[in-house]
């Protein structure tokens, strides 16, 4: 029977060089997150390989795959790459000083919200802890909630829409969403628009999920294209074939340049709640704590007069 050879730090490293490449999807992508060459990529790669005695990846014409090895071991390695970061995070917390890393996932569009709580949390955090590292990354709410799950994002924003319930939710605020068509509409113009006048006009509907209000709205509407982000229906209303849902917020700039117009906004609008997410199980992390911190004192402070 074979020996178990322990981990090193340069299995580790290794390790860090192949879940880049992965997630990234090929060696010459990864080139500019690495900071290496392809061709030291793939020199780890290979002693990766033969360390661990198994086939990783295929190239090719077909393009970069992961093999059914290499999708396990890229589990296996996201597992111990966290675990690793958790370790860190937890010996920093012994340290006086703020210091480590806070991943998070937002969805898009909020950056124009002018509820400026997750901004004014980041200035917060930045302001207590200099040294500390803020990874920001931007996904779709459900991807988000899966990196929370699995343990690559502390925390995240997201829609309190179909949320599991291994996750804590943090209340931020509610976003206002209107309905919109753009400039070269045929309703654009008109006057006086009735609300059941507007399932005959072609919509573009999301396909990430809605709150109920949301879903209600658009179960009326033609839906004749769809988007699986709020950027992606904005694109399509400003063409002025489609009408379509987004926040006031968001949609503010063209509204003010002439190129939308709201239609029904007392019947037809809703509002979607937003909350921060994080495991319930998670371990103390004390980055993670004083940005929830500074979260929780930007909602006490908006709240008084």
């Known amino acids: 029977m074979s020996r178990q050879r322990p981990v090193t730090d340069f299995d580790i490293r290794l390790l860090r060089v192949f879940k880049a490449v992965a997630e990234c999807g090929g060696f010459s992508a990864a080139e500019s997150e690495l900071g290496i060459s392809r061709s030291a990529i793939s020199l780890h790669m290979g002693d990766l390989e033969k360390r661990l005695g198994l086939k990783l990846c295929r190239r090719g014409r077909g393009g970069f795959a992961l093999t059914e090895e290499g999708r396990e071991v890229l589990e296996g390695a996201r597992r111990l790459l966290s675990g690793l970061e958790a370790f860190r995070t937890e ?23 002018p509820e400026m709580r997750i901004t004014h949390a980041l200035a917060s955090l930045k302001t207590q802890g200099p040294d500390v590292r803020i990874n920001m990354h931007m996904d779709p709410p459900g991807e988000i909630a899966r990196g929370v799950l699995d343990g690559r994002l502390h925390v995240g924003v997201v829609p309190a829409v179909n949320l599991p319930t291994s996750l804590d939710s943090h209340a931020l605020y509610s976003e206002r969403s209107g309905l919109y068509c753009g400039r070269g509409h045929p309703l654009f113009d008109a006057k006086d628009v009735a609300l059941d006048a507007l399932t005959d006009w072609d919509a573009v509907v999301p396909s990430y999920p809605l709150p109920d209000d949301g879903r209600e709205r658009h179960q009326g509407l033609k839906a004749s294209a769809t988007a699986s982000d709020r950027e992606g229906a904005a694109f399509l209303i400003l063409t002025g074939a489609y009408l379509g849902y987004l926040p006031d917020h968001h949609a503010q700039i063209w509204v003010a340049q002439g190129r939308l117009r709201e239609l029904c906004p007392a019947q037809a609008a809703y509002e979607t709640p937003f909350v921060a997410i994080t495991r319930r199980d998670r371990r103390p992390h004390r980055v993670l704590e004083v940005f929830l911190e500074a979260l929780g004192h930007d909602a006490q402070s908006a709240r008084e007069p």
Do not use: K, P, Q
């Open 91 to 113: 010996v920093n917390a012994l340290h006086h000083s703020l210091r480590g890393e806070l991943n998070i996932g937002i969805t898009d569009t909020l950056v124009s919200s």
